[in-house]
Each structure stands twice: as structure tokens, then as C-alpha cells.
């Protein structure tokens, strides 16, 4: 329907299913419905849950935040990663992809709202500020056992961009395309959750992230 909206093809957009908060059996079903693309945010739930599924034909994405300490496990899994926002992680994306005998497809998570605000008010959404983006690629592209595939954001609560999702959107489209000059491989654009994935497919993302409209509310956490 968003694609329609918006005068695409259908096949332009790949559905990724975010699958947190709900147990292996569900993301067994959505396998059996024909879902390829599964996500998780939490490491300590993504690889029980990757284990049990490991029959299954599925591309996992991780999308929650990512400390080192986590990396080997994600990289145990995961096929890509789309939470990549400083160096460090590079470097450690790298050594454990190396030694998992893996290659990570590594998205750069972009804060759009990084250049406003006080970076307290950001929360703990993660993502570099747009100027970082080269930098983090060249390390991708330069780096063992990982690529830069593309970019992420979510839409900024705070900011220029608070409540504007499409022009958020517009401008991670101006960063990738900024990106694809220096990277060509590196096409993927991935914006969009429940709440905003016709906005993100007309500005032009290839991957939407969505969980709550194809799952159904989540309960609340602790
Ligand atoms: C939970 C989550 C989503 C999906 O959110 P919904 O509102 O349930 O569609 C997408 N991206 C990230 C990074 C998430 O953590």
C-alpha cells in the first residue's frame, strides 16, 4: 500500500519484520507466512532466538543499540547490522567477523537529530552525526569481515526534524546519496517503523523496519 502511495514497485521495499518481545515460535509462523527478513534489538534475546530458528530461511538484522561486548555474539547471527555508529564498533564488527569465518553487511545509523538539542535529550537511540558518516564507511570498506551496506536512522523525537518524518527522511535520502559517490555498494536505505513507513518509502527507503503494525502491540517492558 505505501509503495502504491507512493509510485513504486513493491519489490523497491524489503519488509523487515522486528521480531522483539515476541518468542521463537512466532518468528517461526511469520516463516511459514513467507517472511524472510526478521530483526531484533537485544542481543540476549536475538541469540536464543537465532538458535531455535536456525532451520529456518531467514536473514537476521540487528537494530538496538550494539556495545562490544555483544559484538561476537551478534556476529555470530546476525547478517547485518544496522546500529554502527563509531569506530570502535567497526574495529570489534571486524575481529569477530573474521573470527566467526563471516561477512557483516554494516548500516551506519545516522542521528539526524544530533546537531540539536542537548545529547541527553537524544536518549539512548544511538547513531553518528550526518558528518561522521564518511569516516565510519571508509572504516567499513577498509576493515575485514564487514562492508558498508547503507544507512539507518529513526525519526528524531527531538530537533529540527522532531514530528517531520519525511523531511527526516528526505535528508538521510541527501546522506546516501552523498554516500553511494564514494561507496556504490553501500545502497541501502533503511527508515521506517509502524508509525512512519509510508513516509520513509516515499522519500525513498529500500528497507522498512516494522514491528508493532504486522505483530500487534507490544507489551510493555518491566
Ligand atoms: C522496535 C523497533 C522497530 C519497529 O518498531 P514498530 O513501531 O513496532 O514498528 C524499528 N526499528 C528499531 C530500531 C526498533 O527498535
Redo the contacts with the bound molecule.
Sequence with gaps: MACAAAGRPREDVTLIV?T?TYPASDVRLLAELGVRHV?E?RDQDAAPKAAECADLPLTWHF??QLQTNKVRSVASYADFV?SVDRARLVTALSAAAVKAGRTLDCLIQVALDAESGEPGQRGERGGVAPDGVTELADALAAAEGVRPAGLMT?APLVGTYAGRPRAAFERLMEISTGLRAAHPAANMVSAG???DLDDAVAAGATHV?????VLGV?PRLG
Excluded at 523496519?209 to 503494525?213: E, I, K, L, P, W
Design positions: 522486528v522483539k530483526a534489538n537494530v538496538g544496522h529513526v517503523m509502524s508509525a523496519r516494522v514491528g508493532s503494525a507490544r
